[in-house]
Nanobody, 115 residues
Framework: QVQLVESGGGLVQPGGSLRLSCAAS????????MGWFRQAPGNQRELVAG???????NYADSVKGRFTISRDNAKNTMYLQMNSLNPEDTAVYYC?????????WGQGTQVTVSS
């Protein structure tokens, strides 16, 4: 059973940056696609950014130009670099992987943007 573990969340001031990491227990190359989702209180979980095995990426309009998703197959880790953070980015961020039609989720990491 593949496990995904997020890290890197925390409290940051508006305009600041954070980098989230998602470490997989096995090879992330086995995932057809991976991504970051987030869920704020009272809201549905939404896709923030995705990356395919081939390296193609896509972003939610709200984070384009500020967030960058990447993956390091050698380290079995996916990243989300978040810059110019604002309070609307406050949420629990989840790592997701799609493998053979199955969905795998991390436990989530809290990101709070506040002064």
């Amino acid at each position: 059973q593949v496990q995904l573990v997020e890290s890197g969340g925390g409290l940051v001031q508006p305009g600041g940056s954070l980098r989230l990491s998602c470490a997989a227990s096995g090879s992330i190359f086995s995932f057809n696609a991976m991504g970051w989702f987030r869920q704020a209180p009272g809201n549905q979980r939404e896709l923030v950014a995705g990356i395919t095995r081939g390296g193609s990426t896509n972003y939610a309009d709200s984070v384009k130009g500020r967030f960058t998703i990447s993956r390091d197959n050698a380290k079995n880790t996916m990243y989300l670099q978040m810059n110019s953070l604002n309070p609307e980015d406050t949420a629990v961020y989840y790592c997701h992987g799609l493998q053979g039609g199955r969905n795998f989720w991390g436990q989530g990491t809290q990101v709070t943007v506040s002064s």
